[in-house]
């Protein structure tokens, strides 16, 4: 039973909206593209390991695709690529969309790939899920939840081997490729037949992972990359000839290029704004980015989307749908 789809990271997504309103003179595109096709093969790796898994899937298997949890007592979040909850135990996979040569050294706990004659260093993913496990386990201690987790990190990639030593055995446990995973799941079933959690306690557990999913905090990709203003294209995009000529008509707005109708385009561009520009937006923030003159217009467009806000009509501040945001705004 599926308790959370997993959605486009917003990582990605601030790439993609980044990657369509970066002007073309910007010197330094290559690392954009570059971080783009990493963070899309890393989204495909987890859809992959989705399907993989999906079998398992039954009224006694509950799995969270993506998961963020405030952990720690508030201070800090965890976020897990995929959760299954069973009766008889939790397991935590953790997804690794990284190919080459990887080596696995146990005194330091580190992992490093050889690829392509270059030696790059990486935080060891047994690290990862481990932090995980402890957050996930305050939770269950603080609900007196005795459920045994495990831990799993798959490398989502064929192109991959692993050298590890014989001593370290944290790592021949937890980690493995995406063949071997159905495998290790069928033989936890096998191993774990102690029913621990009855429906009830199982459903109601799901529950209060949920309510305690969090969203991404806000993160400036214009810092991250040294943007400087000009270089993100302000306008509203027009899907047909992909380019920013969508200028406002009556009701509706139309292309100067194609002759494109679209009522809706503004909220693409509006969705860019938060991703990009800044996790809150006023009326003449809205104006200057997607070029209208207009108070009421844009005044009327903002509040059709619903977006949560504080203040009062044109004075109105409008958070970001997308991020996690101190205090909660109204509407
Ligand atoms: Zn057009």
């Known amino acids: 039973m599926i308790k959370k789809e997993r959605a486009l990271p917003i990582r990605l997504r601030q790439l993609m909206a980044l990657a369509e309103r970066i002007d073309p003179r910007w010197p330094d595109l290559s690392k954009i593209t570059k971080d783009l096709s990493n963070q899309q093969a890393g989204y495909h790796g987890e859809q992959y ?184 294209q302000k306008g509203v995009w027009c899907v047909e000839c992909k380019t920013f000529s969508m200028v406002r008509g009556n009701r509706s707005w139309a292309c100067t290029r194609c002759n494109r109708w679209d009522r809706h385009a503004h909220q693409k561009a509006l969705d860019d704004y938060f991703l990009l520009m800044s996790p809150s937006l006023t009326n003449r923030d809205a104006r200057a980015f997607l070029g209208l003159d207009c108070n009421r217009t844009t005044h009327g467009l903002l509040k059709a989307m619903n977006l949560k806000h504080t203040g009062k009509t044109y004075n109105r501040v409008y958070l970001s749908p997308f991020h996690r945001i101190g205090g909660a705004g109204e509407g």
């Open 49 to 232: 390991l989705d399907a993989i898994t999906s079998p398992f899937l039954s009224p006694h298997f509950h799995t969270f695709r993506d998961l963020k949890l405030s952990v720690f007592h508030g201070t800090e979040t965890i976020q897990i690529d995929q959760l299954h909850l069973t009766p008889h135990f939790a397991l935590i996979i953790e997804a690794k969309n990284i190919t080459g040569e990887i080596e696995f050294e146990q005194k330091f706990k580190q992992m490093r790939r050889m690829k392509d004659d270059e030696v790059q260093y990486f935080t060891n993913p047994t690290l990862q899920v481990e932090r995980q496990k402890e957050g996930l386990q305050l939770l269950f201690d603080g609900w007196g939840i005795t459920l045994p987790i495990y831990t799993q990190v798959v490398f989502t990639s064929s192109n991959v081997y692993f050298t590890v030593t014989d001593e370290y055995e944290e790592v021949r446990d937890t980690v493995c490729k995406s063949d071997q995973i159905t495998s290790r799941i069928r033989r936890m079933l096998l191993q774990n037949k102690e029913t621990v959690l009855t429906k009830r306690q199982l459903t109601s557990l799901c529950s209060k992972l949920l309510s305690l999913n969090v969203q991404d905090e806000w993160r400036s990709v214009v810092s991250r990359y040294g943007l400087e203003e000009w270089s993100i």
